[in-house]
């Protein structure tokens, strides 16, 4: 159905089509990188904007629920390795929006999609963030699990997106350390503090059992990411490697893993869970999270505050007088 579909799109004749799609899944699986100028299908080039497209807006959304405790960081030195950490995340969006770009699509055009609730964004940033102990939890799981997906995804077969991701997983590696240190902190800590780490633990388990995106046995878009190497690990297995990297160090920390059914089956060599609640991941990625309004009316605010800055580059760049913010 791909195929033909493209085939229909590309204006080639059959023969032709299936000459460069055969050439193009054979580059593919010798493993080189397919730039932005080389022919792609035309499934493959939507299907990389869909997806870089909501990692970018997952970076720009998930540095708001850290961002809001800037303030109420407990130490100086957690507020600047927060305040390191938020930067971080902006600068990761940066760095997704120009590799969408080389697909198409405007900076603009990506920006707009999102502040007016058109495209997506990671499950995981439609919740708040009710303690320092979230920004904790943030920090280890959540990042930990998006490293998971996003050194597998560095090894993709599309150039300028393996190359950004390399760039950013360096940086999440001080993100995951960082929010480790501070769970240990916590762990060990006051019988409030342990309480109120086991509390965050319990409300963000099942956001983050979801995070890999769907069942690989109701998955969409996981065969056909997977044969053209955008992606090289399906959603289930992702899962599987976070469980198997992080579940033990929660045991050793004495924390509660809020799933009674969780549990490693020595024949399977898998663990065993609750399959999580995939209509509430659909209703909350289709905007109908708990804080989905307050994360994008906090872009659109922003991107309306900074409209002074966007007009000021481009009047510098045309050697016009630059314009002042007004002081409304």
């Not at 995340?89 to 770009?101: D, K, M, S």
């Not at 898998?270 to 804080?291: I, M, S, T």
Request: aromatic share 8%; net charge neutral.
């Amino acid at each position: 159905m791909v195929v033909a579909v493209d085939h229909e799109a590309s204006g080639l004749s059959s023969s032709e089509y299936e000459r460069k799609l055969a050439e193009f899944e054979a580059r593919i699986n010798r493993g080189e990188k397919i730039e932005p100028a080389d022919w792609m299908p035309e499934t493959y080039r939507k299907q990389l904007i869909r997806l870089i497209h909501v990692h970018a807006n997952s970076e720009i959304c998930g540095a708001l629920p850290e961002g809001k405790w800037i303030p109420r960081a407990p130490t100086f030195k957690r507020k600047l390795a927060l305040l390191a950490k938020v930067q971080d995340e902006v600068g990761h969006a940066q760095l997704l929006y120009r590799a969408t770009e080389t697909l198409g699509p405007t900076r603009e055009q990506l920006v707009e999609d999102l502040i007016s609730g058109r495209s997506k964004f990671s499950n995981v940033f439609h919740y708040p963030a009710e303690t320092w102990a979230d920004v904790a939890i943030i920090a280890w799981l959540i990042d930990g699990a998006a490293i998971v997906n996003q050194v597998m995804m560095s090894e993709g077969s599309y150039g300028p997106y393996a190359r950004a991701l390399k760039r950013i997983c360096y940086e999440e590696a001080f993100h995951l350390k960082h929010g480790y240190e501070m769970c240990c902190v916590l762990a060990r800590g006051t019988k409030v503090q342990r309480a109120m780490l086991q509390d965050a633990l319990d409300r963000w388990w099942a956001p983050i059992m979801m995070f890999h995106g769907p069942s690989d046995k109701v998955s969409t878009h996981t065969e056909l990411l997977v044969r053209w190497r955008i992606k090289l690990k399906t959603n289930d297995e992702q899962r599987q490697q976070f469980l198997r990297q992080f579940v033990p160090k929660m045991h050793d920390l004495k924390l509660k893993v809020p799933d009674p059914s969780l549990r490693f089956d020595k024949k399977s060599q898998q663990w065993l869970y609750d399959d999580p609640d995939w209509e509430e991941f659909k209703r909350v990625v289709c905007g109908g999270g708990p804080v989905t309004a307050e994360r994008l009316e906090a872009r659109r605010l922003a991107h309306v505050d900074g409209l002074w800055v966007r007009e000021a580059m481009v009047a510098a760049a045309q050697n016009r007088p630059i314009p002042m913010p007004s002081p409304n």
